[in-house]
């Protein structure tokens, strides 16, 4: 283990001493890969080159995505409605596998104020983190309408990187039928607009809805889920190591 990742989990120990993190382990012991420049944790046997991959949160970087279609020869789907990742996706030479759609994914069909960053070098929009600047609207779609335009019956893995709106996504996809094999999602409880209960909540609608952890990221930020139904499958290698959230 690195010495940055010691440093990160002491810190987030001392924050779950604190109660300014949640209390929460590895479920499942299964192989796992870390793909991108953000090292988002995948099963990279259970993904093919038929997967349906849905990528939430670009920004100017797609290197998770290109990992993806290097490693698996899966079609990509990336979603971002920030003005910044539109324009930053226009100049890039994107492969054949990796479709671009310029709205976010929420739980409804409509329009939501998008805020831009403090940082003008930023490019962490967001639809729930207000800020000094001035807000626009922006298009967003919820996962299951998103499905039926693109004609997809499942999700193999679903990545929301989306700067506080995965709450809202996490809260349609527990109330709907829709069950992506895998998700990654990286948590905003950091944030003092969100705070711990918000995610407290995701993590037990996400239990509800049948998933387990795979992996936690040292800063307790980036969570990688598996569907218990991937699980019955029973692979070869694969155990679950605690019963529950």
């Known amino acids: 283990m690195r010495v940055t990742d010691v440093r990160r989990r002491a810190e987030r120990f001392i924050k ?3 109660g300014k993190d949640v209390w929460t ?4 012991k299964i192989e796992t890969i870390a793909l991108g420049k953000e090292k988002y944790v995948i099963c990279p046997n259970l993904l093919t080159s038929h997967s349906i991959i849905y990528s939430a949160g670009i920004g100017d970087d797609i290197s ?3 990992d993806i279609i290097k490693n698996f020869g899966a079609h990509v789907f990336g979603f971002d409605p920030s003005p910044v990742s539109i324009a930053w996706v226009e100049k890039y030479n994107l492969p054949l596998e990796f479709r671009f759609f310029p709205y976010g994914i929420s739980d409804h069909d409509g329009e939501m104020l998008m805020y831009p960053p403090e940082n003008p070098e930023s490019t962490s929009f967001s639809l ?3 800020t000094s600047s001035e807000p626009f609207e922006v298009p967003v779609m919820r996962l299951a ?3 039926k335009e693109l004609g997809h019956v499942n999700i193999d893995l679903l990545k929301l990187d989306i700067e506080g709106g995965e709450y809202a996504v996490i809260a349609d996809i527990e109330e709907s039928d829709i069950r992506p094999g895998q998700i990654i999602v990286e948590f905003h409880h950091r944030f003092s607009e969100i705070g711990i209960s918000k995610t407290k909540t995701s993590l037990k609608q996400l239990k509800k809805a049948g998933y387990k952890i795979v992996h936690i990221d040292p800063r307790g930020y980036v969570y ?3 569907h218990r139904n991937l699980l019955s499958l029973k692979k070869e290698g694969v155990f679950v190591m605690h019963p529950g959230i």
């Open 16 to 18: 779950q001493l604190c």
């Open 25 to 28: 382990w590895r479920q499942v």
């Open 64 to 66: 998770f995505d290109l």
């Open 128 to 130: 729930c983190r207000k």
């Open 145 to 147: 309408t998103i499905m």
């Open 224 to 226: 990688s889920f598996i």
